[in-house]
Nanobody, 117 residues
Framework: QVQLVESGGGLVQAGGSLRLSCAAS????????MGWYRQAPGKQRELVAR???????NYADSVKGRFTISRDDAKNTVYLQMNSLKPEDTAVYYCNLETKFGGVNYWGKGTLVTVSS
């Protein structure tokens, strides 16, 4: 079993920055992706950014140029640096890990990011 623990959410004014962290622990054998999804009230969960081995990254168009995802494999930790935050970035942000074998997905409990205008 894999556990994901997120930290770093909070309240910030528009234009500000936050850094989210997600530490993975447990039976981690091989990771295909670690990443972040978000879900705003009344909306579906959407991919924000993900990173694979070799540092291949994918970003939602809405965050390109503002958010940066990175990972520390030694610590099984993924980070999301969020700059130039906008009120529309307000959501619960969930950490995700997808395994290489079997494509099993694990989720964190989520951390709330609120951007005030």
């Amino acid at each position: 079993q894999v556990q994901l623990v997120e930290s770093g959410g909070g309240l910030v004014q528009a234009g500000g920055s936050l850094r989210l962290s997600c530490a993975a622990s447990g039976s981690i054998f091989s990771i295909r992706y670690m990443g972040w999804y978000r879900q705003a009230p009344g909306k579906q969960r959407e991919l924000v950014a993900r990173i694979a081995g070799g540092d291949t990254t994918n970003y939602a168009d809405s965050v390109k140029g503002r958010f940066t995802i990175s990972r520390d494999d030694a610590k099984n930790t993924v980070y999301l640096q969020m700059n130039s935050l906008k009120p529309e970035d307000t959501a619960v942000y969930y950490c995700n890990l997808e395994t290489k074998f079997g494509g099993v997905n694990y989720w964190g409990k989520g951390t709330l990011v609120t951007v005030s205008s």
